[in-house]
């Protein structure tokens, strides 16, 4: 990406004469349907490469910034993996005590888990074949918005259209309104084809999810702590599910009105393996028993 970056910023500049033959053609359109010719002018006069490069900075700088809290992670996964050897004897000794919410938490880590390995299998896909595209195309630096197509495959509902816009810019200087609309065109069949019809089927309905919640879920996490909750908006909110909601019998009703698809299609949690039920409280000794004993 460093590399691509650095070809990118000393690419844009050599798409001056581009920038101006595109601003021309555009006021002429305008006046030709009647327009002020000079009122366009003056608009698009502040439109140059550096602007470009500017908008295409903000797009990669959020990518970026997200990459750079991997070291972050990468820390608090070592810490996690120190206290996975004793988890497993904790759940057990909070299923004796609570054991929905010990099914809540592998409810929501089988979640992830299968929510994470389609987002990443079909997020490979996608690069792959958008790479190959905008090679054939001639759009520049086709690795690089292959990259971008591939991290942008894990933010809900918007991330497709943060890793078209780079490319389709590039398309549109490098050969006309044509070349750009070619690449919409087929990021756009590729992404209707692989993310809105195949991927869904894989995911199922393990992450429970409606896609206004999914929604939701990145706009308030990417407010919360940026970049990065734009990337884990589902599992963030996964984690919340089950910490509200499916840890409690008398609030699992939500689940139907929150998840995708189907109300009859909410998934049931995973049962916990090797988690003892809880014990049964002494009954005294003048206590009758009950009616099915």
Known sequence: MAVSLSKLVTLLPTYAD???????????????????QQAVKDALSDINPGTILDIAGWLLGGVTGALSSAFFLLALLLFMGLDAGQYPAR??????????IVTALRSF???????LLVSTVFGFIVAVIDTLVLWALGVPLPLLWGLLAFITNYIPNVGF?????PPALLGLLEGGPSLMVTVIVLYSVVNLVIQSIIQPKFVGDAVGLSITLSFLSLVFWAWVIGPLGALLAIPLSLLL???????????????GLISGGS???????????GVLPPEPEPRHPDQPLPADA
């Not at 581009?18 to 002020?36: E, I, Y």
Request: aromatic share 4%; net charge positive; proline share 7%.
């Open 241 to 255: 599910k089950a910490l509200l909601i499916d840890i409690d019998p008398n609030t699992q009703w939500i689940n």
């Open 91 to 100: 759940l057990l000794g909070a299923a004796k005590q609570r054991p929905q």
């Open 109 to 115: 880590a089988h979640g992830t888990r299968q929510y």
């Open 18 to 36: 581009q920038f101006d033959d595109l601003r021309s053609n555009l006021a002429d359109l305008v006046a030709r349907l009647g327009g002020d």
């Open 263 to 273: 109300a009859t299609a909410t998934p049931k949690p995973e049962k916990p393996k």
């Open 161 to 165: 259209i943060i890793g078209l816009v």
